[in-house]
């Protein structure tokens, strides 16, 4: 019996796929199916971490494929961003080549593995064909006032002289430079995505098919909420153009009568005036601009305060309530001001426990006394209001409503609904970006490039050696005529945020080659996109800014849908077990590669020994595949030991998909030997065996039984039980000796497309030594048949007293008498209800059966 070849055999397969352009995207008019992963960054080399994810795509492209549908599958690079200016500075090679042979490189890697994708379509977002377009959109959302300029806190990298994103900010420090960074306003570009956010929250409503922690993680980084918007009147001297008194905002209204201090944010124009008039102020203030600008980070950090000594009135009870400045209040939320209620706020009771601030409780859960308080956790709860004057009694809804009723009535506020959600700052102080459109004039200000000059390429012709954009140093590149006015001016020097780069891409894909940013006629074919796949790290921002933009841009008349993914999985990620010898100097582990390891038990312990100098190594913990820990695995090892296919298989089979797979050999390996297998049975196959009719029968029906199971798997995303019951189904075709004729012809050809969506060289082989004609790839998804699919049997558990003691097989259907009795005849049952007698028998028919003995 011939061994099946993978290294023969995946190249022989690929080469037929791509002489026959067998995955360019057909428009026939058959139903469309988008599927689409998130499009990767060009870093150099992909690992078996990455190919999960493509790799899932590719099962769905496939299946649907074969369903009858036509796919698109397309691939590209998300290709600017720090990372390539960085390699150049600690390099000194440019962005542009060390992104484009890293696109190479990875490029061949992803073939090996057999995706299904329409490289045809394939682009870079650093493409000036790709940006030029991004540019010509952006300026129509010009034109409809979505993009505006205004200052902005960002991230300042003092050394670096550059604005950091939020995660490049390590411990408050710059994450290059190791600088202590600081919070400093600058003239930003923006995107009105506030005008959307009711649209983005309701119309999560209708994306059923999306992951729901998804969906919540989504409305609450918008944080749509309701609340109160009054104004606290100064007790004594009011600062300078508030003495009307100082607007806050809160959610909070039913807790009024907690209020322990009224807090302002560092950049509060209050504080600001009392900054200048107090340099120990303007110091405290300057302190509170260090570190990180999200508002993770500050409300993460220690919280520090500054008392003013200014005081205002509460508005129901006229208490003196102290005003202090405080480091964790955002200017941009609500109105830069806040009360504080510490006891059922965290943040506000870290900070009075640290000045020994009052401290009221005015919610108490159910059950408590007047006398319940708080101790270091705020109590954030449900429960009744109390300490509350004509709030008692009243639940927290209840309260928040009367709160803002009387407040109303005062004429000192209104009730107001406001969002966590800011515009978005796509302004970025770096050269490997998309440019901005824009050139500022003195005289015009900001005009529009014309269109005929798009796109605005980026000048090749940079260095690196000094800190900051070298596009502002560039001799030349920026320095222009108005187009307006034809007097001298300058282009914008600030790039685009590479979410911007993100955000429309699946559009581009449907037509890459369109004159007009986007081909309203294919991507009204193609989009929405069926069928997105990508990290849950992405759940946040990549996704909102493209819903965002795919909104704006249906509003402009470019696109026709107003949210981009259909449906949306979030996979989990490949993780392997880490290996090092010693530490460096700095006292960080020296990692070592898996293929330089050898683990073996030794007298019950695991022992990791370095195959290239026979080093003993210590193992480290089980983590994300990352070249830095040098975990990974590539697809060219794979191929060398046991073939994609293998590598394939066990990243999709080990575990649920939405959970993390931790790669090990013997988990390959056993996916190899299924390969063999599954081989086994195609080359063994005798077409002239004609075999016996009840074994025929039993096989008929086994078969279609799986392709019922594997169907429904693949459909629900559940590849780990459809790969599960592909390895039954290997197990029952090749114990079916005495099957043959039709019904082992039906079997095998039905297991060849059933395997071809997660082994699809290895299905290619096997279609042709069946003899069949042409490619599996164009072979229609088996059906099954609902009667013979049906299980004639059903597996009972039994329970004894309320736990399982034994399980019982039964003609589906059973009647519970029958049941009863043969419960009862059963050994094993018998020897567990020795000593005891039966008082009880409960038969859920095709369920459960359930004894109750004493």
Not at 254 to 279: M, N, R
Not at 446 to 469: I, K, S
Not at 492 to 516: C, G, I, N
């Amino acid at each position: 019996m011939a061994r099946y070849e993978p290294k023969t055999a995946e190249p022989r397969q690929q080469a037929r796929w791509a002489e026959a352009a067998a995955f360019v995207t057909k428009d026939t008019g058959r139903p469309k199916y988008y599927v689409l992963e998130m499009f990767p960054y060009p870093s150099g080399n992909i690992h078996m971490g990455h190919a999960r994810n493509y790799v899932m795509g590719d099962v769905v492209a496939r299946s649907k494929r074969a369903q009858g549908y036509d796919v698109l599958h397309p691939m590209g690079w998300d290709a600017f961003g720090m990372p390539a200016e960085n390699a150049a500075m600690e390099r000194g090679i440019h962005p542009k080549g060390w992104t484009y042979s890293n696109i190479a490189n990875m490029r061949e890697q992803l073939k090996l593995l057999g995706l299904s994708l329409d490289w045809s379509r394939e682009f870079a977002t650093c493409d000036p064909e790709y940006y030029g377009k991004q540019q010509a959109w952006f300026l129509e959302l010009y034109r409809r006032g979505l993009v505006y300029r205004k200052d902005g806190v960002v991230n300042w990298d003092p050394v670096d002289n550059t604005v950091l994103a939020n995660e490049q900010v390590i411990d408050g420090r710059g994450w290059r430079s190791g600088a202590v960074v600081e919070k400093r306003k600058l003239n930003q570009w923006f995107l009105r995505i506030t005008d959307y956010a009711d649209d983005l929250i309701d119309g999560l409503k209708t994306l059923d098919r999306w992951p729901e922690k998804v969906r919540l993680m989504q409305e609450n980084w918008i944080g749509r909420s309701k609340g109160l918007q009054m104004t606290w009147a100064f007790s004594g001297q009011a600062p300078a153009g508030y003495e009307t008194g100082v607007e806050i905002y809160t959610t909070r209204p039913d807790t009024l009568f907690g209020a322990s201090f009224l807090g302002l944010a560092p950049d509060h124009p209050i504080s600001k005036q009392l900054a200048e008039a107090d340099p120990r102020v303007a110091d405290f203030v300057a302190e509170c601009r260090k570190g990180g600008a999200s508002q993770a980070e500050i409300e993460q950090a220690e919280k520090i305060g500054w008392d003013t000594s200014l005081k205002v009135l509460h508005p129901f009870t006229g208490a003196e309530i102290p005003v202090w400045i405080a480091n964790f209040i955002l200017s941009e939320y609500g109105t830069g001001a806040i009360f504080a209620c510490p006891a059922h706020d965290q943040r506000d009771l870290d900070f009075a426990r640290k000045y020994d601030l009052p401290v009221i409780p005015v919610v108490r859960p159910e059950g408590a006394g007047d006398d319940f308080a708080v101790g270091d956790e705020a109590y954030t709860g449900p429960g009744s209001i109390f300490h509350s004057d004509f709030l008692d009694g009243l639940d927290i809804e209840t309260a928040k409503a009367e709160a803002i009723r009387r407040v109303e009535a005062a004429g000192t506020g209104q009730g107001a609904t406001i969002y966590r959600l800011r515009d978005w700052g796509v302004s970025r102080q770096r050269y490997w970006g998309c440019p901005i459109p824009i050139i500022h004039c003195p005289s015009c200000g900001p005009v529009e490039v014309p269109a005929d000059q798009l796109p605005v390429e980026l000048p090749e012709d940079v260095t690196f050696d000094v800190p900051g954009n070298p596009l502002d140093r560039h001799p030349t590149w920026k320095h222009v005529k108005c187009p307006s006015c034809g007097q001298d001016a300058t282009r914008e020097t600030d790039t685009l945020d590479t979410f911007v780069d993100s955000s429309w891409y699946f559009a581009r894909f449907t037509d890459p080659k369109a004159a007009e940013p986007i081909n309203t006629e294919a991507a009204n074919r193609w989009l929405a996109v069926d069928q997105y796949i990508g990290g849950v790290e992405h759940a946040v921002l990549h996704l909102l800014y493209a819903r965002f933009i795919t909104r704006a841009l249906s509003d402009a008349g470019m696109l026709a849908v107003k949210e981009p993914f259909s449906g949306l999985f979030t996979q989990g990620m490949v993780v392997h077990e880490t290996y090092f010898e010693g530490q460096d100097e700095v006292g960080k582990p020296r990692w070592v590669e898996p293929t330089d390891v050898r683990v073996e038990t030794v007298d019950g312990q695991r022992v990791a020994t370095r195959l290239s100098n026979g080093a003993r190594l210590s193992i480290g913990d089980i983590e994300k595949m990352s070249k830095s820990k040098k975990n990974v695995v590539a697809p060219q090892e794979i191929l060398e030991s046991h073939g994609v296919d293998a590598g394939r298989l066990f990243v999709l089979s080990d575990s649920p998909p939405e959970r993390d797979v931790q790669w090990t050999p013997g988990g390959v390996e056993g996916a190899s030997r299924f390969v063999q297998r599954t081989w086994s049975l195609f080359d063994a196959y005798d077409p002239g065996f004609v075999g016996e009719d009840k074994a025929n029968a039993e096989l008929l029906r086994e078969t279609h039984k799986a392709i019922k199971a594997v169907s429904e798997g693949v459909e629900g995303f559940r590849f780990n039980s459809a790969i599960a019951k592909l390895y039954a189904f290997v197990a029952t075709v090749r114990d079916s000796a005495q099957a043959g004729g039709e019904a082992k012809r039906q079997a095998l050809s039905a297991l060849a497309r059933l395997i071809a969506p997660f082994t699809p060289h290895l299905a290619e082989e096997c279609w042709t030594r069946l003899g069949e004609d042409g490619m599996v790839l164009d072979a229609p998804w088996p059906v099954w048949d609902a009667a013979l699919a049906a299980d004639d049997e059903v597996v009972l558990p039994i329970q004894i007293n309320g736990k399982r003691r034994a399980e019982i097989r039964v003609a589906r259907g059973m009647e519970p008498a029958e049941v009863e009795a043969l419960v009862l005849a059963d050994e094993t049952v018998k020897a567990r209800l020795e000593g005891l007698s039966v008082k009880k028998i409960v038969v859920v028919k095709d369920r459960i059966v359930n004894l109750v003995a004493g």
